[in-house]
């Protein structure tokens, strides 16, 4: 895997082979984050990186300025390649080793961007409940998006909250978003 941008362009981390993860692709990743960099300055915002995996996207995240991330996962060789990567980088990552659903009910930690990779292989009831909970548990910051990552035989349009979605190869990154405050509710 290789950092796309940032103070660590260019670099390239190997990932033990024994970590069960399928990391984002240079192509996808480089394409999501051609998105978001019209939406936020990365040193000011904070960051939920949910089966965070090998922590991928939350290196892009620090190298480009980010400096509050939270990376969750529940396998312990992800977690700690993550805290060792991310020392070795200089890079303010928390790495959580937690079942994320489990994360998810108990957390106050709130972010501007909730992106999650979960297994491919989820059901649509899962890729559902991790959006149900974190707007019913008001985890996503007002203009934050939650970024859901997910093979493009999963179709989550009808998962409230979803606003769009974008085909990168075998890969979609679903958009999801806090509604516009109507005029009403003032």
Excluded: W
């Excluded at 991790?130 to 997910?150: P, S």
């Amino acid at each position: 895997m290789r950092i796309i941008s940032g103070k660590h362009k260019g670099r390239r981390l190997q990932a033990p082979k024994k970590l069960p993860v399928r990391p984002t692709t240079d192509l996808a990743k480089e394409s999501l984050f051609n998105i978001l960099n019209n939406h936020y300055y990365f040193h000011e915002i904070s960051v939920l990186d949910l089966f965070s995996g090998t922590g991928n996207i939350s290196y892009e995240f620090a190298s480009r300025g980010t400096e509050t991330i939270t990376a969750v996962d529940g396998d312990y060789g992800c977690v700690s390649f993550i805290k060792k990567t991310a020392a070795q980088l200089e890079l303010d990552i928390t790495a959580i080793k937690s079942d994320v659903f489990k994360f998810l009910d108990k957390t106050y930690i709130k972010a501007d961007i909730i992106f999650a990779d979960p297994p491919y292989a989820f059901t649509y009831a899962q890729f559902e409940q991790i959006a149900n909970t974190v707007f019913e548990r008001n985890l996503l910051l007002e203009d934050g998006f939650l970024i859901i990552e997910h093979a493009k035989e999963t179709n989550l349009e009808h998962v409230a909250h979803f606003s769009f979605s974008k085909n990168y190869g075998g890969s979609v990154f679903s958009f999801f978003e806090l509604p516009e405050a109507s005029s009403e509710e003032e």
